[in-house]
């Protein structure tokens, strides 16, 4: 489990939006670690975090697109039942929120990897370690 930058851009919601994000940090050589979308009527909300936040930062502001960064817990755990169980209980037992997660494993994978918000990702970091 560590500690990372998620980035959170504001883009419109149409065709072709996605595909041009992923080309431009394809180009940079930025690997995309996590994604998630939600839309409303007018635009798109995407989550990232990624392989170096920093220039994916620049390539967006370049870009003109509104961004904003936050830290957020990536854990890297078994994929079998129970397990979120386990990390919301000791969470919630030290008294910090779960914002928002988000995940995806294979099927028959052994681990995943699950990005948290939380209310106080230091804290958080120290709880699901020890």
Same mark, same amino acid.
């Given at each position: 489990?560590?500690?990372?930058?998620?980035? *959170?851009?504001?883009?419109?919601?149409?065709?072709?939006?996605?595909?041009?994000? *992923?080309? $431009?940090?394809?180009? $940079?050589? =930025?690997? =995309?670690?996590?994604?998630?979308?939600?839309?409303?009527?007018?635009?798109?909300?995407?989550?990232?975090?990624?392989?170096?936040?920093?220039?994916?930062?620049?390539?967006?502001?370049?870009?003109?697109?509104?961004?904003?960064?936050?830290?957020?817990?990536?854990?890297?755990?078994?994929?079998?039942?129970?397990?979120?169980?386990? =990390? *919301?209980?000791?969470?919630?037992?030290?008294?910090?929120?779960?914002?928002?997660?988000?995940? *995806?494993?294979?099927?028959?994978?052994?681990?995943?990897?699950?990005?948290?918000?939380?209310?106080?990702?230091?804290?958080?970091?120290?709880?699901?370690?020890?």
């Amino acid at each position: 489990m560590q500690l990372a930058k998620q980035l *959170a851009l504001f883009l419109e919601n149409a065709p072709g939006t996605l595909a041009r994000l *992923a080309d $431009a940090l394809g180009q $940079a050589r =930025i690997n =995309i670690y996590a994604i998630t979308t939600s839309d409303t009527v007018d635009h798109s909300v995407v989550r990232l975090v990624v392989s170096d936040y920093r220039r994916a930062l620049q390539i967006f502001e370049e870009h003109n697109v509104l961004v904003v960064e936050g830290d957020v817990i990536m854990v890297d755990g078994f994929n079998q039942p129970g397990s979120l169980s386990r =990390i *919301a209980h000791k969470l919630a037992n030290a008294k910090i929120n779960i914002e928002y997660c988000y995940c *995806a494993t294979a099927p028959d994978a052994k681990k995943g990897l699950m990005i948290m918000r939380v209310s106080n990702p230091k804290k958080a970091l120290k709880v699901l370690n020890s």
